[in-house]
């Protein structure tokens, strides 16, 4: 194997915007007629708005192809035949990989997978983990048990095609997962920044161990934004003396985008694999500028058995207004995604990101890293609270620490906020995906 490349795919990675726009629409084409000729749902999706594959004659056309919502799949898999509904797209015994949704809410969506569909899972992952500097003299753990959820399957058959060997750390608990990394000289981990941060704080209170002082030199994130927000970056790179990256995908979708060894604040779009197109929020108008942020809608084109075309995912994001030093041609979202369109609400009349808010308080050095925000209604006016801990022996600058959090909010945000401030350990932990954000004005 070549291993001097800095690109998994060298070719793709590098085209230029032109070839690779003929190519996205190119494989637009021949995912949509794939979906529109093998399953019924999409099939009248379509009718219904009057388009077929034979529309599409330049990117321009594929705006008005109708989008698909996570709500419409769940109402797809609740009707005949079981368990997929008329969504599936190829005969059910080539379906070879179960997963469902991960998300906390609702009904959880089921995810059909070919064997073809899994060997472009993990092509999907070899472009991330190439670009985060992993060969295969790796060791890579992976702390979790996987589950029915995808991202850390597909992580682990990725690292394996890179030629990883990768160590499954599911069942053990933190602590034993800790030794085990310290026994075997892992050297790269994939896992959520909730994760990464427990488990330095595990290594040190129950083991004694300083995480820094492990063989880890690489953290790949998922699951969350941590990883793309800069304070909680910091924090998770300080503590394990390691490099921490961002990646994004989801269940129903894929890994389409990944950040670099050159950490340039930005995340790489796979656009060989995937159409990424950003709306307007309110207006649904395609935003191409950088800078102007809005939901995603996007194609994975080449997923056959449950296709993902134009699906509204409602991740916040934003084109950036700059190239990236490593030279992939794949365009950056600046900052990773930023939230979903339903957590980023208007309080008191202004957008909040809680990602805005995640950035000010893990940038406050003497607080720790759990927090909690919610939005509430009093008589007309919003209400924003928001609960942080204060690390050991940093109670008596209590003052200081209000004001210095204080100013970073109004400067980030632009929100008043009552402030509650508790000790170390009284907020509620979480143990893969966090919950710290709250409106309850829904
Ligand atoms: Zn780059």
Redesign the pocket.
Known sequence: MITTTPYWNPILETLDMERLQQLQLKKFKRIFKWAYDHSRFHRSLYDRAGISPSDIRSLNDIRHVPTVEKSMMRDIQRKDPFPYGDALCVPIEDVTEFRQTSGTTGQPVYQPDTWQDWEWWAESWAYILW?QGYRPKDRVFIPFGYNIFVAFWAGHYGAEKIGCEVVPGGVLDTAARLLKIQELKATAMMATPTYVLGMADAARNQLGIDPASLTIDKITCAGECGASIPSTKHRMESAWGAKVYDHSGATEIGAWCYE?Q?Q?GGL?VNEGLFLVEIQDVDTGELITEPGRKGKMIITAFDRIAQPCVRFDSKDVIEWADYA???G?SYRLIKGGVQGRADDITKVKGVLLSPSAIEEVVRGVSRLGNEYEVIVEKKGDTDRITLKVEFLPETQAQRVEIEKELTDQLRLKTNLRYNLQFYEMGELPRYEVKARRFKDLRK
Request: proline fraction near 11%; charged fraction near 20%.
């Open positions: 670009a670099c050159e340039s790489h990236c030093p490593c992939r």
